[in-house]
Every structure is written in C-alpha cells, then in structure tokens.
C-alpha cells in the first residue's frame, strides 16, 4: 500500500481522537448496561463511518455548489486543524460532560455526530477526495481509521482504568502535536497554492 494511505489512515485517526473521546464517551454511556454500551458504540461508529464515506462522494458537488478552491478549502482545512491540535495540546475540559441534554442513550449525536465525524474529519475527507486519484484507495482508509477508533472506544473502560486521566491526557498532547505539524504544513500548501500559482476564485 502507498505511504500516502497510512498518512490518510493515522490523520483521520488523531482527528477521530478516541483516546480523547474517552471520558466523554463513558460520561455518556454510563446509564446503559454493558452490552448495550457496545452496541452502541457500534451503532455510533458505523453511522460517523457512513457519512465520512459519503463525504468522499458529494465533496466536488459541495465544493462547485459553494465555489470554492481547493486552496481556499486547504487553508481552512488547516486552520480548523491547528484550531483542534491546540485544544488537544492545551485541554480546557470537555463541557458536554454530565450534560443533561445527552441524557439516555445517545443517537447520532452527540456521538456519531460531532464527536467522531467532527467538522475537522469532514473537512479533511472532503480536501482528500478532491487531491485522490482513486476515491476507493480514501474510502478504504477511512474504513481502516473508524473501525481502530471503533476497536479503542469498545475498549474504553479497560483503557481508562489502564492509564488513567493523566496517561490519556499525556497521550493526547502527543497527537495534537502531530497533528499540529500536519495543519501547519496544510496550511503552507493552501498559501502556495493561492498566492504562488494564483488558483484563488
């Protein structure tokens, strides 16, 4: 497999931020019984997959219908990054934990959306369906991207109790400087795409 399909496969898997997601997650699902935990997580994680896949599909239409370049869509693609990396580096606490309007089980959101397919993870995809030569090659990454993050949030309470708050929010930190680098050099390649080879609308 092409390098560029583990890129697509460990960006798309930061942005997801299972790890992060934990507390959230079991902050949410705690009313439920174990088994329906799973179930929905799975049921969750198989909805986020599906509109991250049809994002693959739409993006040009959503691109032509709002006129925008590829350029511009990079830039803001990478700010939305930088935007998201430094909340993963610089945690001020997650506000829709123990939020009485998720109470129940949760459908759609705020699980499916926006905690797994993020504004972040739905500009990307649409960035890499315009940039991928073969759109199957991206689906096929986004598939092997949710089912890992599927596979840490089925294991969230045994890595919670693993590893702790402080081991989790460690950990983070370390994707969101990876992904810090990735928005910055997103960003570079949006500026000379504008301003270097004049493809601004």
Not at 27 to 51: N, T
Not at 129 to 156: D, K
Request: hydrophobic letters at 60%; one cysteine or more; charged letters at 10%.
């Amino acid at each position: 497999m092409p390098a560029d399909f583990f890129a697509t496969v460990a960006l798309l898997l930061i942005l997801l931020d299972p790890l992060g997601n934990i507390p959230l997650l079991i902050s949410l699902l705690k009313p439920l019984p174990a088994a329906r935990r799973q179930r929905a997580i799975l049921r969750e994680s198989l909805i986020a997959g599906a509109v991250l896949v049809l994002f693959v599909f739409v993006g040009d239409w959503v691109l032509a219908a709002l006129r925008l370049s590829e350029s511009a869509l990079e830039i803001s693609g990478g700010l939305i990054l930088f935007l998201i990396a430094l909340g993963m580096v610089f945690p001020r606490g997650n506000a829709a934990e123990g939020d009485p309007e998720f109470s129940g089980e949760p459908l759609i959101v705020p699980i499916a959306i926006p905690m797994i397919a993020g504004p972040a993870a739905l500009a990307t995809v649409l960035l890499a369906a315009r940039q991928a030569e073969q759109p199957y090659s991206l689906v096929a990454a986004i598939c092997v991207a949710v089912v890992l993050n599927t596979l840490i949030l089925l294991a969230a309470g045994r890595l919670a109790r693993l590893f702790g708050k402080a081991g989790l929010a460690a950990m983070e930190r370390l994707m969101g400087l990876a992904l810090t680098a990735m928005a910055v050099q997103m960003l570079i390649s949006g500026i000379k795409g504008a301003f270097l080879t004049g493809t601004m609308p």
